[in-house]
């Protein structure tokens, strides 16, 4: 009985001392349901040139607003760049421009499909400075510390294990790494009913849940964008306790 006393007080010590330091308690990015399942079948096997159709058409908020976001980046020459769930590849041509033949940029995706679409396209551009990486829903299969910036644009609402995706975001990114996530505005009374059905999360959860995985707020891009928000992160020097892989 004393023992089994002395083994809670340890763990809950533990806790409060993990929270006091300013460390992840060890359970916080563990993930093992979805918090969406099957969220992301469409894209397991697209039609690429059905979603080349609505990824890039003039009434998609974010396509045509892709310069203003692209600046809000705020990308440099020789920039390691990583576009996560970049679909038809849209900002990893623009990316590709920006960051030069000294950067590279990554598009990561789930589907093979869209990835061999990208390759193509910046083929045919003669961009030859863009990776595609197959992703999966548990991680971005990048290298740690390989990048500079993440980009997240209307995707982290289908992460289905967001914690666990962020985590690995984190180990990807270089120290002080940035993060931009773009998602869809998320406000019951204010968003359309499609927003409210499809887009698991408002910007208060989806900061929160990035925070939670090594992350700190550092700005926000407001004015760009009517039905998306904009905010930057930057990777804390601090590992969460758990998660990843």
């Known amino acids: 009985m004393q023992n089994r006393h002395w083994v809670s007080c340890f763990a809950v010590f533990s806790i409060v001392a993990l929270s006091v330091s300013g460390m992840t308690p060890p359970t916080r990015c563990v993930q093992d349901k979805s918090v969406r399942p099957g969220i992301n079948d469409p894209f397991r096997d697209p039609d690429v040139k059905e979603w080349v159709t609505r990824f890039e058409g003039e009434s998609r908020e974010t396509y045509d607003k892709r310069k203003e976001i692209v600046k809000a980046c705020g990308l440099k020459a020789g920039m390691a760049v990583a576009d996560v769930g970049a679909g038809t590849g849209?900002?990893?041509?623009?990316?590709a421009q920006e960051?030069?033949?000294?950067?590279?940029?990554?598009?990561?995706?789930?589907s093979q499909k869209f990835l061999d679409h990208i390759a193509q396209s910046a083929k045919a551009m003669g961009v030859t400075n863009v990776r595609t990486v197959l992703g999966k829903d548990l991680s971005v299969e990048l290298p740690a510390n390989s990048v500079d910036l993440v980009?997240?644009?209307?995707?982290?609402h289908h992460f289905e294990y967001p914690h666990r995706m962020m985590t690995s975001i984190h180990k990807a990114l270089k120290p002080g790494g940035r993060v931009v996530v773009?998602?869809?505005?998320?406000?019951?009374?204010?968003?359309?009913?499609w927003v409210m059905n499809?887009?698991?999360a408002g910007q208060d959860v989806v900061?929160?849940?990035?925070?939670?995985?090594g992350f700190k707020k550092t700005g926000e891009k407001a004015?760009?964008?009517?039905?998306n928000y904009i905010v930057v992160f930057e990777k804390k020097d601090q590992m969460p306790a758990a998660g990843g892989k």
Do not use: M, P
């Open 90 to 95: 849209l900002f990893t041509r623009l990316f």
């Open 99 to 110: 960051v030069g033949r000294d950067g590279t940029v990554y598009a990561v995706e789930i």
């Open 151 to 156: 980009f997240i644009c209307d995707t982290y």
């Open 182 to 193: 773009v998602d869809f505005i998320r406000i019951a009374g204010q968003s359309s009913d």
């Open 198 to 200: 499809h887009v698991r």
């Open 207 to 213: 900061e929160r849940e990035v925070a939670e995985c």
């Open 223 to 227: 004015g760009i964008l009517k039905d």
